[in-house]
């Protein structure tokens, strides 16, 4: 069964930091690249980054290119996102997902979603 399961969300002030978890099942990681996507109110879903199969390709989004860290942990199979100088504009409900392909520029795949975890930066 397909699970995603995401923690460490909460409220940080401008220039903070953070760092969001995702327990996916075993069931869920083989053969699957992952990624975070994030949706602040108003607007449309942003995927923020990508982490290929095997962990060696990675993109960003250009809006936190430089801030945001994504890697896996495969024996603990767990996805995170280290997120450093935390800007206002990066409030959203981030969503740790799994996906069954990857492409270039794209990233990965969206197929399988969590449940989400809220991320809230203050000025």
């Known amino acids: 069964q397909e699970q995603l399961v995401e923690s460490g969300g909460g409220s940080v002030q401008a220039g903070g930091s953070l760092r969001l978890s995702c327990l996916a099942s075993a069931y869920t990681l083989s053969g699957r690249c992952m990624g975070w996507v994030r949706q602040a109110p108003g607007n449309e879903r942003e995927k923020v980054a990508s982490?290929?199969?095997?962990?060696?390709?990675?993109q960003y989004a250009d809006s936190v290119q430089g801030r945001f860290t994504i890697s896996r942990d495969y024996a603990k199979n767990m996805l995170y996102l280290d997120m450093d100088s935390l800007k206002p504009e990066d409030t959203a409900i981030y969503y740790c997902?799994?996906?069954?392909?990857?492409?270039?520029?794209?990233?990965?795949?969206?197929?399988?979603w969590g449940q989400g975890t809220q991320v809230t930066v203050s000025s």
């Open positions: 997902t799994a996906g069954r392909t990857w492409r270039e520029g794209a990233g990965c795949s969206t197929d399988y």
């Open positions: 982490i290929s199969l095997g962990g060696y390709t990675i």
